[in-house]
């Protein structure tokens, strides 16, 4: 249906970016982009290789799941995006990727510690992961568990999802969202980048500090703050 | 001969995928595909440098290891492609390479533990590492041993091949195989990846957990099992 | 304004060397090049991507840090290259990037140790870490202490910035400097290999020794002193 | 001079797949190739850019290290280069690179073990480093020297030339040398990745045994023993 063509090329164009920043291999990671008016998204079709997408084959989904437009099954994580837009009435985009260093700190069970200025330019919290899923939720209706438990997890650590706007979810791998598909894209690799320098950090110095609230502070709000003065606007 | 020509150029093909995958450095490596009904399988030509292959060069050998047709010697790992195809009949592929971190979990004689849902995207068991092999095999006809190698440990662990499609053969490197081509190489590079992350997560934290069982069955059979709901068929 | 097109051609082409080395992922980096008989530098927008500079949106500023060409808002650390200029007379041009290895050392709190010739070729010493900010530098005007943390360590050290053309800052990351934009861009990637190679020798030689300093100045001599013989001049 | 003209094309074209391989950064490296008949090598010259190399640029030195013919002047490492011709008459071309882990093993003062059938493939040898060089070399002729520690350290450890063609200067980097320029660049691009798993191998298990010596022996005959059946030869 036509007034689908927008976001289906949208999401098309985003998930092509995952393979170009190293973020994917073969079919590991899906985005979504949000039509808030409509109240659906689109979202990568499963297990098609990124080389054999098209805009057109782009899934449209209600926010309950439900399918509403498209040739092919949603990406296998559909559900989970579902609930991160129910939920989270600020976001247009989700990204979940497999990406190396990002999934192997959610093998690890383990929040990324904030060790320098490049995490606190995107976030003053530790990257926070999500505990494995319990047996129930994980036997039940689990991609749409696996959605709760990132909400869950967010609020039970007290951080907002327009501040905090990237998670792991233990033993599985990254999400990412954002207002936008390119800001979600941005936020998965930027991520992964913070993963990988948080692994060598703590190589390089067993035991490094965690970053200084001052300069927590100082970098967020440069970027993010009612002063700030990072960027153009 | 012309009834070999779809398989020469199916090697050929899947050969050529490995260097993209960044599999292989210069020569090591090696991709063969059988031809069921012929009885043959066709390999990749020894110590030719993947910018000199072309279709015509694949040497073609029945599952005894016996040449049948090509102008080439064949890689002087056949007689293992050709145990693994002689004994394991549901097999299409043969893929082996010396890739980075695969190669290093061989070296170190260990099996590749099951962390995340990456890896249970695929199998349900830690990759399997046989045992460096016993002297006399090493003296004796060394591939065609590599071959019953790979076998007896497989059965020895109680794994399928059909369930179990990649191996590590210790202080040598990876095996991997399935029904297709595409699906012996896409293996191939999965177990890379698996090894990587494995590898990270190790360094992340020492003594991480394996995955816990639930998440195990619940990833690897909402891919492969009945009511699998992974893809598109 | 015509009297600025040729550095702010040379910066563009500068800071497009970023990407294509490998040093920054987004717009995590900024390139400046000076006019010392204009007494101006010209730098990188602010928080725009690589694909979308030009060299007519790099910014023109002083030395004490003020736009004095330029449509655009100018890198947030402008001033910490404000102060370089201002303090040291002899340098041309200024990198700043977050590149992974060096910006891990910086978040480390650690100088970067001095355990081969390919350091030696560089520079003579360890690669210094400042001490990451004080608070009232960090909450006062803060880019600016940046720079004069960066000059007050370097003196403390006993280091000229002459012979020793790279710093880290730390918690932070990487800055890098020379008579050229070239040179200045050729140390940044420089100091990020140095930063690779000296994380893989500690992990592959807890303990690894300093280099001897006899090869110290023997490679550096043979660079830079009197009676150098590398290169064509 | 025209007779020369056939080696300058060939040193140019080896040096040239430095890069390519992704084992130089800058002008971290050279490839020297000899011609035996006229008693001379062709080198890069010192300090220039791969990119702006041509053929004609190479310089022509004999076996002492007097350049014969060029309008540049040499490598700094050409005496070392001329040494192994002069001392090693079977060897073609001598490669020198910084590359990554080789240099950081070099950097460590230790062997490189053989962990498995892929050093095997090649050598039956730890890769060998030689101690960092003694102060009377360093301050006399050090490129000089650097050719008879190689030279020497070979002696001692028992190694032939002719079958271990790769070897670590301690604190320095690596050398590889071959019958043929391609054989020499290929030598250290295994060396390199010998390197890196060798390192991969003892973070995943500490303490990992060397490769047994039936695995060593039949993996290296059957490349390069009497009987060997590896190859189009």
């Not at 985003?14 to 994917?24: F, R, T």
């Not at 939920?87 to 989700?94: L, S």
């Not at 913070?194 to 190589?203: G, I, P, Q, S, V």
């Amino acid at each position: 249906m036509e007034k689908y063509t927008e976001i289906r090329k949208a999401a098309y164009d985003a998930n092509m970016q995952l393979p170009k920043l190293g973020l994917v291999l073969f079919t590991f990671g899906n985005v979504s982009i949000a039509d808030r008016k409509l109240g659906v998204f689109a979202i990568k079709p499963s297990g098609v290789p990124y080389e054999a997408l098209t805009p057109d084959s782009m899934v449209v989904v209600d926010f309950k799941g439900k399918t509403i437009d498209g040739k092919m099954r949603p990406s296998s994580d559909t559900l989970t995006h579902a609930v991160l837009y129910d939920k989270w009435e600020g976001i247009g985009a989700v990204v979940h990727t497999h990406s190396t260093f990002a999934t192997s700190w959610a093998q690890s069970l383990r929040d990324i510690p904030i060790y320098g200025t490049t995490h606190a330019d995107h976030l003053t919290a530790d990257i926070p992961c999500a505990p494995a899923m319990e047996d129930n939720m994980i036997q039940g209706n689990y991609e749409f568990e696996t959605g709760n438990q990132i909400i869950n997890y967010m609020k039970w650590k007290g951080l907002k999802y327009e501040e905090v706007e990237m998670i792991l979810v233990g033993s599985h791998g990254p999400f990412a969202w954002g207002k936008t598909a390119e800001k979600a894209v941005y936020n998965s690799a930027v991520l992964e980048e913070l993963a990988k320098m948080a692994f060598l950090t703590e190589k390089i110095k067993p035991g490094a500090p965690r970053l200084k609230e001052s300069l927590i502070r100082k970098h967020y709000e440069r970027k993010h703050g009612p002063g700030s003065y990072y960027g153009q606007q």
